[in-house]
Every structure is written in C-alpha cells, then in structure tokens.
C-alpha cells in the first residue's frame, strides 16, 4: 500500500494490458513505458486508501501539468517544460475498505486514459 510501490504495481498492470513486449523499466525515464510502436506512457497511481492509520479515506487527484526534467547524468534541468509522454493513465485503486483491500483483485482498480495531444 505504500504509494511508491503501488505506482511499480499500477506501472506493471498497464503495461500487462498493453502487452506489446515493452522496453525494461527505467526508473529515471521521462516516462514510464513506451510500447512497441512507440508510444510513450505515463502511468500514474493514487488510492482512497493508505498504508498509515487514516481518520478519512484521503483525497484523491491527478496532475500532468509540464514539467521541466533533469538530465540524470548530469543533474541539470532541461531547458523547456513540457509532456514526455504521449498518453498518461491514471490508475485509481478506489476500493475504500482497509479489512478487503486487495491491490491484486483488478476489479478494486479503476483506470483512465488520457492524451496528451
């Protein structure tokens, strides 16, 4: 449940619906996958639930604002912002119920896909 490693988990599920033999994960990418064909993706994942004791389940929302990466080489900023990826997903897990919370079951997941034209 933690968000770090719900966002590999939600990374790994698209990338099993897109299926289309995707390159190996990079960690400092500008994105998160790129399928076959080219298409850059990005996947983002946020829940109602958390891994630390909550009064209320939390406040969920998404951004793809632009944005300025750096060059990890060399840790300088890249001189524009902008969309590295072509499509980002949005994955809720938006089951809202700590005593069945399975990130495993699919049916717990909701998914939104959105371009970045």
């Known amino acids: 449940m933690s968000n ?32 076959s064909t080219g298409i850059r993706i990005e996947v983002k994942s946020v829940s109602f ?7 209320r389940l939390s406040r969920v929302s998404f951004c793809y604002k632009k944005r300025q990466d750096e ?11 902008r969309r ?15 005593e069945t919370l399975n990130p495993l079951d699919l049916s717990q997941w909701e998914f939104y896909v959105v371009p970045t034209v």
Not at 71 to 81: F, L, M, R, V
Not at 84 to 98: C, G, I, M, R
């Open 71 to 81: 060059n990890p080489p060399t840790g300088q900023q890249k001189s524009e912002q």
């Open 84 to 98: 590295y990826a072509d499509v980002y997903v949005f994955a809720l897990l938006a089951h809202s119920n700590q």
């Open 4 to 35: 770090a490693t719900r966002g590999v988990l939600a990374e790994f599920l698209v990338g099993q619906a897109v299926a289309d033999n995707l390159e190996i994960r990079d960690e400092w990418a500008e994105y998160d996958l790129r399928s």
């Open 49 to 55: 639930l958390q891994c630390w004791d909550q009064k």
